[in-house]
T-cell receptor, first 115, second 114 residues
Framework: AQKITQTQPGMFVQEKEAVTLDCTYDTSDQSYGLFWYKQPSSGEMIFLIYQGSYDEQNATEGRYSLNFQKARKSANLVISASQLGDSAMYFCAMRENNAGNMLTFGGGTRLMVKP | DAMVIQNPRYQVTQFGKPVTLSCSQTLNHNVMYWYQQKSSQAPKLLFHYYDKDFNNEADTPDNFQSRRPNTSFCFLDIRSPGLGDAAMYLC?????????????FGQGTRLTVV
């Protein structure tokens, strides 16, 4: 079974608008962490934001925020005021406390920002 | 300032000719990972080290080996590269132990097999 599911293979957004990238996960562990990474065409994997399973507040980092709904097991990434440089692949990932140090990735969403 | 450095950025190797990719880190993290990423796919974990303890994924081919001579360096050896091994190889590090922290990635090595 898929641990991390990203249902949007590709998305368009108009520059300066907000966009939500979906991520759902599956775990029976009580302690886990959820991450979002951005991968531009150069290939580097850039860490964006982290949400811990025990964190009560949604994580925010500048224009990035994570809409964490624990009961629904979703951890959607919200990018506000999209910029052309946001065009990239975005990966949701999870580390489970009982799985040691493994970081499991979803299939990714390609975001394209239109001028 | 680079914290996880992969060399080289681009590597071309001949079919069947052994090749080694390298990764170094300045973060003093005790966990180091190697991922393989093919075009338009998610990164796939090949193996990882927790300190000197090697953890191989069950479906990682025997053709792939790794060495970690010290905390800072980790190598990926492909003994006999095939055309299907052409991919981006990503090295990452994270702090192990209690608590869950993010993994930091290098810029990757794009491997071409001719």
């Amino acid at each position: 079974a898929q641990k991390i599911t990203q249902t949007q293979p590709g998305m368009f957004v108009q520059e300066k608008e907000a966009v939500t990238l979906d991520c759902t996960y599956d775990t029976s562990d009580q302690s886990y962490g959820l991450f979002w990474y951005k991968q531009p065409s150069s290939g580097e994997m850039i860490f964006l934001i982290y949400q811990g399973s025990y964190d009560e507040q949604n994580a925010t980092e500048g224009r990035y925020s994570l809409n964490f709904q624990k009961a629904r097991k979703s951890a959607n990434l919200v990018i506000s005021a999209s910029q052309l440089g946001d065009s990239a692949m975005y990966f949701c990932a999870m580390r489970e406390n009982n799985a040691g140090n493994m970081l499991t990735f979803g299939g990714g969403t390609r975001l394209m920002v239109k001028p | 300032d680079a914290m996880v450095i992969q060399n080289p950025r681009y590597q071309v190797t001949q079919f069947g000719k052994p090749v080694t990719l390298s990764c170094s880190q300045t973060l003093n993290h005790n966990v180091m990972y190697w991922y393989q990423q093919k075009s338009s796919q998610a990164p796939k974990l090949l193996f990882h080290y927790y300190d000197k303890d090697f953890n191989n994924e069950a479906d990682t081919p025997d053709n792939f080996q790794s060495r970690r001579p010290n905390t800072s360096f980790c190598f990926l050896d492909i003994r006999s590269p095939g055309l299907g091994d052409a991919a981006m190889y990503l090295c990452a590090t994270s702090r192990g132990g209690l608590g869950i922290t993010e993994a930091f990635f290098g810029q990757g090595t794009r491997l071409t097999v001719v």
